[in-house]
């Protein structure tokens, strides 16, 4: 097929990344630096959790679980990854874990297999300049991101959580192949065949809504951040606990 004539969005830009000092402060015992951590990973452990377990609730209680986990198990924590990586992969074993006891066995994320291929991928269509500022478009996209939110739902687990990955969170396809354990090219073709299936429910509207998709922020996210540190363990309970046991 051939590839789209619209340009590639912009790269975010790369903000300063103080994880490691953040990481330290909090193995020190540092519940703020911790408050820190989770402040700004809140969202990615939300949308994660959630592409696989598809309740709100149910998400929230994973990435608390998520979050305390990690905390016993940060002075096991090696920079080879990012912070961000890691915590990906924790909160999704936890979410995993609570699918497998709500129906029983489960197939891994990562054997969930398809056809490999050198499928290309296509760019999201740009928004249309000052929309964000015209009270109607703003009204049109809340009620088209919970439209989004209902299509995404539906897509098959293995294409779900790749989308929300490359598509919400803007990670890399590197990055989500390293979160997921699975090669970088079955997440470009999931992430390719969750767009097909997208656009064809959506049409042009899809890339217009996604980022308003799952909002997180305000109660939610101060009503996760308060759980977990009301929870944690003392300093010196934090042993290096492995991350990935999600019981």
């Known amino acids: 097929m051939p590839k789209s004539s619209q340009p590639s969005p912009t790269p975010r830009a790369a903000a300063p990344d103080d994880s490691g000092e953040l990481v330290a402060l909090a193995v020190a015992g540092d519940a703020r630096a911790f408050e820190a951590i989770m402040r ?9 959790a959630r592409s696989v377990l598809r309740d709100d609730a149910e998400a929230e209680d994973a990435v608390q679980e998520a979050y305390l986990k990690a905390w016993r198990a940060l002075p096991g924590f090696r920079a080879e990854a990012r912070l961000s990586t890691w915590l990906v992969r924790i909160v999704m074993n936890q979410a995993l874990s609570r699918l497998r006891r709500r129906h029983g066995v489960v197939v891994p994320f990562g054997a969930l297999g398809l056809p490999e291929g050198a499928q290309e991928e296509y760019p999201m269509q740009p ?27 539906r897509l098959p687990e293995q ?18 192949a390293q979160a997921l354990h699975i090669p970088e090219a079955t997440v470009r073709t999931r992430f390719f065949r969750a767009r097909a299936q997208l656009r064809e429910a959506l049409a042009r509207d899809i890339d217009f809504a996604t980022e308003d998709a799952f909002a997180f922020d305000g109660l939610r996210c101060d009503r996760i951040v308060a759980a977990v540190l009301e929870a944690l363990p003392t300093h010196s309970e934090q042993q290096g606990e492995d991350p990935w046991n999600p019981d």
């Open 127 to 153: 928004e249309s300049p000052g929309s964000r500022n015209d009270p109607e478009d703003a009204a049109r996209r809340a009620e088209l991101a919970r439209v989004v939110e209902r299509h995404i739902d």
């Open 40 to 48: 700004r990973h809140n969202r990615l452990m939300f949308r994660t």
């Open 159 to 176: 294409f779900r959580t790749v989308f929300v990955l490359r598509a919400l969170e803007e990670m890399s396809a590197q990055e989500v």
